[in-house]
């Protein structure tokens, strides 16, 4: 694996805490004592049951939420605000539904302050890139689940970010689609290699497309273990690799560590539902 060599892009969460007040006014403990370093160009793949605090790890590297303990450091340095040189891909597709295809890639680059031509212009390489050159005058409506998802990722890369932050972002789609999103994603990602985290529930995803995979335990989360993944790259596609002996003994290893905190979480959703039904 090529890693960056300048630090830029790496991320540090040491004894990271984050507390939330609920609408009732309780306090609730999303995560707690994480402790996981992700290298300058690695790619970190964050797996874990429905609750356990996943996507907050995101929210704190993209400085959109402060630690309530502990440091969240990005390229070195602590991180105090909107974190710079970073780019995020959501679940949902965070499209302008108002404006074509073209002008959504372009948006990044325009809020940089880069003239509107040459934004534009940079856009339409990126559609190309993705395989949507033809559709630069489409609306978001106008394409598949697959075609949005390739427009937000060349609206996140086309800005060069040191960092890419991925919330479960093809678990909308068919297997199918999802398999070919995995294949033009790792890419994507050699062309700049920016660190990433990647939170699914794919585990088979996120053996795929990781360096590394960290196993997060039930609420409040915190790293119950992390996986080196010692397959080659490149990897080439997602549907023959994932039935080669080493992944089938990566899948088999992790998900023993999976398993348990899965179960754990539909145990209390279980007996929250029996609770509240024994209420009404």
């Known amino acids: 694996m090529t890693v960056r060599t300048d630090g830029a892009g790496g991320i540090e969460l040491?004894?990271?805490?984050?507390?939330?007040?609920?609408?009732?006014?309780?306090?609730?403990?999303?995560?707690?004592?994480?402790?996981?370093?992700?290298?300058?160009?690695?790619?970190?793949?964050?797996?874990?049951?429905?609750g356990c605090g996943k996507s907050t790890?995101?929210?704190?590297?993209?400085?959109?939420?402060?630690?309530?303990?502990?440091?969240?450091?990005?390229?070195?340095?602590?991180?105090?605000?909107?974190?710079?040189?970073?780019?995020?891909?959501?679940?949902?597709?965070a499209l302008l539904p108002w404006k074509p295809v073209l002008d959504n890639v372009a948006l990044g680059p325009?809020?940089?302050?880069?003239?509107?031509?040459?934004?534009?212009?940079?856009?339409?390489?990126?559609?190309?890139?993705?395989?949507?050159?033809?559709?630069?005058?489409?609306?978001?409506?106008?394409?598949?689940?697959?075609?949005?998802?390739?427009?937000?990722?060349?609206?996140?890369?086309?800005?060069?970010?040191?960092?890419?932050?991925?919330?479960?972002?093809?678990?909308?789609?068919d297997v199918q689609t999802r398999a070919i999103m995995s294949n033009e994603l790792l890419n994507l990602w050699e062309r700049q290699k920016p660190s990433v985290l990647f939170v699914t529930h794919d585990l088979e995803e996120a053996i795929f497309l990781a360096d590394k995979v960290a196993v997060i335990t039930a609420g409040p989360g915190t790293v119950k273990a992390v996986f080196e993944v010692d397959l080659p790259r490149p990897r080439g596609a997602m549907q023959e690799i994932r039935f080669t002996k080493r992944f089938l003994e990566l899948h088999q290893l992790i998900w023993e560590a999976l398993r348990e905190e899965v179960e754990q979480t539909y145990s209390r959703e279980s007996i929250a539902s029996k609770t509240k039904g024994g209420r009404a």
């Open 14 to 50: 040491t004894n990271v805490t984050k507390r939330f007040v609920t609408p009732t006014g309780a306090a609730m403990t999303a995560i707690r004592d994480i402790n996981l370093t992700v290298k300058p160009g690695e790619f970190c793949a964050v797996v874990g049951p429905t």
């Open 57 to 93: 790890t995101l929210t704190l590297a993209a400085g959109l939420e402060r630690p309530t303990a502990g440091t969240v450091k990005v390229s070195g340095k602590q991180v105090d605000g909107i974190t710079k040189g970073a780019s995020f891909v959501f679940q949902t597709d």
């Open 110 to 173: 325009l809020f940089k302050g880069m003239p509107k031509a040459e934004a534009k212009a940079r856009a339409g390489e990126w559609l190309k890139t993705v395989g949507l050159a033809g559709f630069e005058a489409h609306y978001p409506h106008q394409l598949s689940g697959g075609m949005r998802k390739r427009v937000s990722l060349a609206a996140a890369l086309i800005n060069e970010p040191t960092m890419l932050l991925m919330d479960e972002p093809f678990s909308a789609l």
